[in-house]
């Protein structure tokens, strides 16, 4: 985009409006029959670009501006961050405080969870949205509450895994600092953030929607589409912390302004919110207090994304350029991200480094060792079933990443992810951190409709307060739950299913009757069901 690169030099130079075609080059798709974005762009301390795209009401025919208010999503997350920072630095708690200290009302585990670890998704807690979505309830489907979160948090008796060991991203950690800030601060989360952040920093139009029914003028709505064309999705539900911060790019300028100058905290804090965590073990990952920590083409990069319902988001800021991309959407489809970082290159242009060249192979696999390393796979961990494919010219992971040679027994994702293989048939999976996963293959299973009565039954589950019925219906196990709700189980291996739900295994005791099953999902880890005894008749 040589014609962008020239356009936004000149716009660095002078802000002059000359440079608003390079904008709106990229955000073409936005028109006035479509939702859209707007984006801002700040240099030096100052914006340079706050503009909008496409329409903010398509029923009314208001457009996007650059003083839209959009829902951020999960960039919400660094400033829930900075609220509990803004505490420690009161000496009203430390990061390393178990959170059971704050909240009673949270499990005991055998590793206590940490404040620390819950804002950077070290935890191991259950996303309780993914939770609510088993029983019944998917986010977005109910007006929950913080009550409704510390309610499901507080009946989850097991983690993800010990706190400290893994990454898992939760939204759980976030809506308990906003109910920490509340508890200990003693004013209501949304108080405490404008007081202490949003005032200092001239944030004015930016808020919490903490009641989804309260009036914000000047907000865009939220739409998807759909066959038919654009419909409303509008995330009715006051939790929020994990996201739900109501905004404008303007606003989130001023907030990255903050890293560079700060007004709110010193130097200490802002490298404090973006020093990257540890494990217990002591290896880094790459996620700070609230925000990405990398680099992209060269630069050192602070970072985060935002999705909720038909809102979309990402936020970046390139520290030692001075410079900050904010695009807010309210359209489900938007690709903020792609627009974010085409706004990126097109500011920076030279200053960046060569994009970086696809992970070439470094062996091409013959027939019979492609053949070897494909076919179908369990998590030994979770149950969850990962098939390799053959796909031109070597493996992918079906639905995920290619799997690139380096060997014959040794492949890589673009990722980073390294995939060993011990030639018995398992994988050892090591990502970029360290941290390894173990898959091991396992055969298709093909089951008739007499073995799957074996798994007809009721399932509860206390941590999700809810139940299933399961039933062979046409020669097909399905999953039944009140009032309505049914879903199909695909057979995966043996006793292992996919569906709507995720991945379920079912579970048998020592004379291979079936005794429950556990859910598996991408933020909850085998969640157990129990099968009840048949009530007499």
């Excluded at 589409?225 to 912390?241: A, C, I, K, S, T």
């Excluded at 085409?342 to 992970?359: F, I, N, Q």
């Excluded at 898959?439 to 798994?455: C, G, I, K, M, N």
Aim: hydrophobic share 40%; charged share 20%.
């Amino acid at each position: 985009m040589p014609f962008i690169s020239v356009l936004f030099g000149a716009l660095l130079q002078a802000a002059a409006p000359a440079a608003a075609p390079g904008v709106e080059a990229i955000f073409a798709a936005w028109t006035t029959a479509t939702p859209g974005c707007s984006v801002g762009v700040g240099v030096d301390g100052r914006p340079v670009v706050e503009k909008g795209f496409g329409m903010a009401d398509l029923e009314r025919g208001v457009p996007n501006r650059g003083d839209t208010i959009f829902e951020a999503g999960s960039v919400s997350k660094q400033f829930t961050a900075a609220a509990v920072l803004l505490l420690a630095r009161d000496g009203r708690l430390s990061l390393d405080d178990p959170i059971r200290r704050h909240l009673p009302e949270l499990p005991r585990y055998e590793t206590p969870v940490t404040i620390r670890q819950m804002l950077n998704h070290t935890s191991g807690l259950r996303d309780w949205g993914s939770v609510a979505g088993i029983a019944g309830w998917p986010r977005t489907t109910r007006v929950h509450t913080h009550a409704h979160v510390l309610d499901i948090l507080s009946r989850q008796r097991a983690l993800n895994f010990p706190a400290g060991t893994r990454w898992s991203y939760s939204n759980s950690g976030y809506n308990l600092a906003a109910i920490l800030v509340s508890r200990v601060s003693g004013m209501p989360f949304a108080e405490f953030t404008r007081r202490r952040i949003f005032e200092p920093l001239g944030m004015t139009r930016t808020s919490w929607r903490d009641d989804h029914t309260r009036l914000v003028p000047d907000r865009a709505l939220a739409y998807d589409r759909q066959g038919d064309g654009y419909h409303l999705n509008m995330p009715f539900e006051n939790v929020h912390g994990n996201g739900g911060l109501l905004t404008t790019v303007g606003d989130l300028l001023k907030w990255t302004r903050n890293f560079q100058s700060p007004v709110v905290g010193d130097a200490a804090f802002i490298a404090e919110q973006t020093t990257p965590g540890r494990f217990t073990d002591g290896r880094a990952h790459d996620y700070g207090l609230g925000v990405w920590v990398g680099e992209y083409r060269g630069v050192r990069e602070i970072r985060h994304s935002g999705s909720t319902a038909g809102y979309r988001a990402y936020l970046t800021l390139f520290p030692e350029k001075r410079t900050t991309v904010a695009v807010l959407c309210n359209a489900g489809d938007a690709a903020a991200e792609a627009l974010t970082y085409k706004v990126a290159d097109a500011v920076l242009g030279a200053s960046l480094a060569p994009p970086a060249a696809t992970h070439g192979a470094g062996h091409v696999l013959s027939e019979a060792e492609a053949t070897l390393l494909a076919g179908l796979y369990r998590n030994t961990a979770t149950g969850v079933a990962v098939r390799i494919v053959k796909e031109a010219p070597g493996l992918r992971v079906e639905r995920g990443a290619a799997l690139i040679a380096e060997s014959g027994s040794r492949l890589v994702t673009p990722g980073g992810q390294r995939w060993t293989f011990d030639g018995r048939g398992r994988f050892t999976v090591t990502d970029r951190f360290g941290r390894t996963d173990r898959l091991e293959r396992v055969q298709p299973w093909t089951p008739s409709a007499r073995d799957l009565r074996v798994f007809e039954g009721h399932y509860a589950s206390a941590d999700a307060e809810t139940g299933f019925t399961a039933s062979v219906e046409q020669g097909v196990l399905v999953l039944k739950q009140r009032p309505d709700r049914v879903i199909r189980l695909t057979p995966s291996y043996e006793g292992a299913f996919t569906g709507a739900l995720g991945t379920v295994v079912f579970r048998r005791n020592a004379t291979a009757r079936v005794t429950g099953f556990s859910v598996s999902q991408e933020r909850v880890w085998t969640l157990h069901f129990t099968r009840e005894a048949p009530t007499p008749r």
